[in-house]
Nanobody
Framework: QVQVTESGGGLVQAGGSLRLSCQAS????????VGWFREVPGKEREYVSA????????YYAESVKGRFTISRDDIRNTVYLQMSSLKPEDTAVYYC????????????WGQGTQVTVSS
């Protein structure tokens, strides 16, 4: 079973920045597509960003495009989400997820990290 751990959340003022990290316990990290999602109480979990295998393509939700940057370091088994120009509406619990190689579903999830943006 792959364990996924997020870190880097916290409280920041609007306009500020945070960098989230997602680390996974797998020897085949480079072969996994990794994504970030966020959830606000009472709303459905929302897709934020994803990065394909082997330093491939990156994808963003329209709501974060131009403000968030996803990257990966396969040596450290880590994916980063650099968040800039944060807005109060970015406040949520942020989750990292991995797809198994060859899968199109999000198979492994972390416990989440809270991001709070104050106005």
């Amino acid at each position: 079973q792959v364990q996924v751990t997020e870190s880097g959340g916290g409280l920041v003022q609007a306009g500020g920045s945070l960098r989230l990290s997602c680390q996974a316990s797998t020897l085949t990290f480079a072969s996994h597509v990794v994504g970030w999602f966020r959830e606000v109480p009472g709303k459905e979990r929302e897709y934020v960003s994803a990065i394909s295998r082997y330093r491939g393509s990156v994808y963003y939700a329209e709501s974060v495009k131009g403000r968030f940057t996803i990257s990966r370091d396969d040596i450290r088994n880590t994916v980063y989400l650099q968040m800039s120009s944060l807005k109060p509406e970015d406040t949520a619990v942020y989750y990292c997820a991995l797809q198994r190689p060859g899968s199109s579903t999000w198979d492994y999830w972390g416990q989440g990290t809270q991001v709070t943006v104050s106005s």
